[in-house]
Nanobody, 123 residues
Framework: QVQLVESGGGLVQAGGSLRLSCAASGRTFSSLGMGWFRQAPGKEREFVATISRSGGITYYADSVKGRFTISRDNAQNTVYLQMNSLKPEDTAVYFC????????????????WGQGTQVTVSS
């Protein structure tokens, strides 16, 4: 089992920044591909970013490319999502997820999920 706990969400004005963290426990963190997803009210969960086990490979949704950065610290068992130039359409609950295989943009590939953290961007 893998436990994931997100933190760092909140209310921010458009153009501002937030940094989300996701702390993992229960399994060797460096064996996990990690991803961030988000879900806005009335919408399906969508892919945001993924990072490989070593952190050497990252992949982003087009909607966040150039504004968001995913990173990980395997010594601290934590994955991060730095979000800059936030827009109102970034408002959603953000989830981190762990993949025992290769991290992909497909949410169905992920075995473990955190409880989510709310991000609200005001205009």
């Amino acid at each position: 089992q893998v436990q994931l706990v997100e933190s760092g969400g909140g209310l921010v004005q458009a153009g501002g920044s937030l940094r989300l963290s996701c702390a993992a426990s229960g399994r060797t963190f460096s064996s996990l591909g990690m991803g961030w997803f988000r879900q806005a009210p009335g919408k399906e969960r969508e892919f945001v970013a993924t990072i490989s086990r070593s952190g050497g490979i990252t992949y982003y949704a087009d909607s966040v490319k150039g504004r968001f950065t995913i990173s990980r610290d395997n010594a601290q068992n934590t994955v991060y999502l730095q979000m800059n130039s936030l827009k109102p359409e970034d408002t959603a609950v953000y989830f981190c997820a762990a993949d025992l295989g290769i991290a992909t943009p497909n949410p169905r590939a992920y075995e473990y999920w955190g409880q989510g953290t709310q991000v609200t961007v005001s205009s």
